[in-house]
């Protein structure tokens, strides 16, 4: 547990928090601000900053742990859809820097855009090579 983490106190029980499921690694809150009603947050209860500090089969149970609960969430809210996200550093918008996954119900027309937004540029068929190339990575 890390000294004056929100976080670390919330899912240790130590901050109440409007809980919808824990076990002994995670607990899974509303958000304080939700996005649209049901928006919850996946915390685990060891103290990881981000994605890369996560280790892997902790990632490995997140993503499991996330389907599980977007099913029910879907089933018990009838959402028409459904996002995860999950930001990693000030410049990605992250602003609680213990690891959380945000599960996000989705419904037509409920205020937000459609797609959680980015800009959406141009990039030549030169530079999308390059990148692409910079970026390959073998498999293990
Ligand atoms: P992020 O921007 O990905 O770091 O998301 C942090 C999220 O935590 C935001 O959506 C906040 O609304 C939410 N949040 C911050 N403090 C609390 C809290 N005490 N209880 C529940 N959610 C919180
Ligand atoms: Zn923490």
């Known amino acids: 547990m890390k000294e004056d983490c929100i976080f670390c106190k919330i899912a240790a029980g130590e901050i109440p928090s409007k809980t919808i499921y824990e076990d002994e690694e995670f607990r899974v809150i509303l958000d304080i601000s939700p996005a649209v009603k049901g928006h919850a947050l996946i915390i685990p209860k ?12 902790l990632a490995v149970k997140v993503m499991i ?14 959402c028409d859809g459904f996002n995860l996200v999950q930001n990693n550093g000030k410049a990605a918008g992250q602003t609680v ?7 996000i119900p989705r419904f037509e027309n409920d205020g937000n855009q459609d797609r959680l937004c980015w800009n959406q540029l141009e990039v030549s068929p030169e530079e999308m090579e390059e990148i692409c190339s910079k970026l390959k990575l073998k498999e293990e």
């Open 46 to 57: 060891d103290h990881y900053a981000n994605l890369f500090e996560l280790p892997e089969a």
């Open 65 to 78: 742990l996330a389907r599980k609960l977007a099913a029910h969430m879907k089933e018990v809210l009838q």
């Open 97 to 103: 820097f213990h690891f959380h996954m945000h599960l």
